[in-house]
T-cell receptor, first 115, second 115 residues
């Protein structure tokens, strides 16, 4: 089974609107971390936000927030007030606490912000 | 220079050539990583170095040879590559590989084309 599933290959959002990018994960490890990265066309993967499995509150970083639903094993990224510069690929990733080095990535969602 | 840098940004090579990719991190991190990103596939972890010691080799063919002379520098030596090795090669660094909360920071990547 895939560790990280991103079911939206492509998304469109109007500028200044909010958008939610879906991510579900699969693990039996009680200790894990969830990450979102942004990859513009230039190629660099930019770290956006982190959520730990034991964190009680949803993580927020500026316009980014992570909607963490542990029972459903989902970690959706919410981008508020979309900007044209938000157009990029977005990757969800997970690291399990017990396996150390392995960082599992999803296949990504391509977000296009429409003016 | 700040963050993680990679050179060259683009590389075209024949199957009989020998070339090297270079990665340098200016973040004071102790762990460095090589990833391969092919179209429509999740990122593939290739190698992990923690304090200059290789701790992960994800069944990577021997035509890829990593070298980590110190915690700030990472090389990927390439020889007798195949056309299917064409991809974006991303380098990343983190404070300490193996920790659940450890966030990886990526370089801009090297776009490799094998003719």
């Amino acid at each position: 089974a895939q560790k990280i599933t991103q079911t939206q290959p492509g998304m469109f959002v109007q500028e200044k609107e909010a958008v939610t990018l879906d991510c579900t994960y699969d693990t039996s490890d009680p200790s894990y971390g969830l990450f979102w990265y942004k990859q513009p066309s230039s190629g660099e993967m930019i770290f956006l936000i982190y959520q730990g499995s034991y964190d009680q509150q949803n993580a927020t970083e500026g316009r980014y927030s992570l909607n963490f639903q542990k029972a459903r094993k989902s970690a959706n990224l919410v981008i508020s007030a979309s900007q044209l510069g938000d157009s990029a690929m977005y990757f969800c990733a997970m690291r399990e606490g017990g396996t150390g080095n392995q960082f599992y990535f999803g296949t990504g969602t391509s977000l296009t912000v429409i003016p | 220079e700040t963050g993680v840098t990679q050179t060259p940004r683009h590389l075209v090579m024949g199957m009989t050539n020998k070339k090297s990719l270079k990665c340098e991190q200016h973040l004071g991190h102790n762990a460095m990583y090589w990833y391969k990103q092919s179209a429509k596939k999740p990122l593939e972890l290739m190698f992990v170095y923690n304090f200059k010691e290789q701790t992960e080799n994800n069944s990577v063919p021997s035509r890829f040879s990593p070298e980590c002379p110190n915690s700030s520098h990472l090389f990927l030596h390439l020889h007798t590559l195949q056309p299917e090795d064409s991809a974006l090669y991303l380098c990343a660094s983190s404070v300490l590989a193996g920790e659940q909360t450890d966030t990886q920071y990526f370089g801009p990547g090297t776009r490799l084309t094998v003719l």
